[in-house]
Structure formats: structure tokens, C-alpha cells
């Protein structure tokens, strides 16, 4: 079993920055792959950016690329995203999610756990 607990989400400006936080913890926390999502009320979970486990490959949805940035520790527990130039329909609620593999996908239903989510929110 893996649990993840986000951490730094918040309210901030447009054009604000925050860092968000994904700690993962387990008994076997190791080959896996991380992705950030985030959802919005009434809308589906939306695919921002993800990173291998092996490599440290990362991809980006379109909305996001150029102004999010994934990365993660050197023990590779804890993942963080990092927000630039915020706006306003960036609020959501942001969650981490980890698969059970090396290669991280895009699709939400090929993650195996989820944290909590935390919420953001960008002001105008």
C-alpha cells in the first residue's frame, strides 16, 4: 500500500507562484511512476504533468507547459510541482496520484493511488 499526502496548495494572486508538495510513503514505495492532476468543480480530473521513476522523464498537458514544473527529490519520496504565473482558472483542487511502474501515463485510471488533493486558489 502507498499513501500520498499533498501539501502547499493555498490562495494566491494571479500571476502568483505556489509550490505544491506529494509525499509518498509505504512499505514498498519504489518503481513508481507520479503524475499532478487537478479538478475543478463540475469539471472531469484534468492530466497536468508527470515524471518516470527510472528516468526522470517528464511530460506536460498544453495548459500548463511553460508555467508548471515537475520534479522530485533525489530519494524519490516526495514529488513537487512547482506553479509560475498563476491565473485565476487554475483553481482546483490539485491531487498526486502514483502507478505501479516505471513509465508514467497520462490517463488518471492508470494510477494506481491518489492523495487527498489540495486546494488552490487564484485570485483576480
Known amino acids: 500500500q502507498v499513501q500520498l499526502v499533498e501539501s502547499g496548495g493555498g490562495l494566491v494572486q494571479a500571476g502568483g507562484s505556489l509550490r505544491l508538495s506529494c509525499a509518498a510513503s509505504?512499505?514498498?514505495?519504489?518503481?513508481?511512476?507520479m503524475g499532478w492532476f487537478r479538478q475543478a468543480p463540475g469539471k472531469e480530473r484534468e492530466f497536468l504533468a508527470r515524471i518516470n521513476w527510472s528516468s526522470g522523464g517528464t511530460y506536460y498537458a498544453d495548459s500548463v507547459k511553460g508555467r508548471f514544473t515537475i520534479s522530485r527529490d533525489n530519494a524519490k519520496t516526495t514529488v513537487y510541482l512547482q506553479m509560475n504565473s498563476l491565473k485565476p482558472e487554475d483553481t482546483a483542487v490539485y491531487y498526486c496520484?502514483?502507478?505501479?511502474?516505471?513509465?508514467?501515463?497520462?490517463?488518471?485510471?492508470?494510477?494506481?493511488?491518489w492523495g487527498q488533493g489540495t486546494q488552490v486558489t487564484v485570485s483576480s
Open positions: 496520484a502514483a502507478r505501479g511502474s516505471s513509465y508514467a501515463y497520462t490517463p488518471a485510471s492508470k494510477y494506481d493511488y
Open positions: 509505504g512499505r514498498s514505495f519504489s518503481n513508481y511512476a
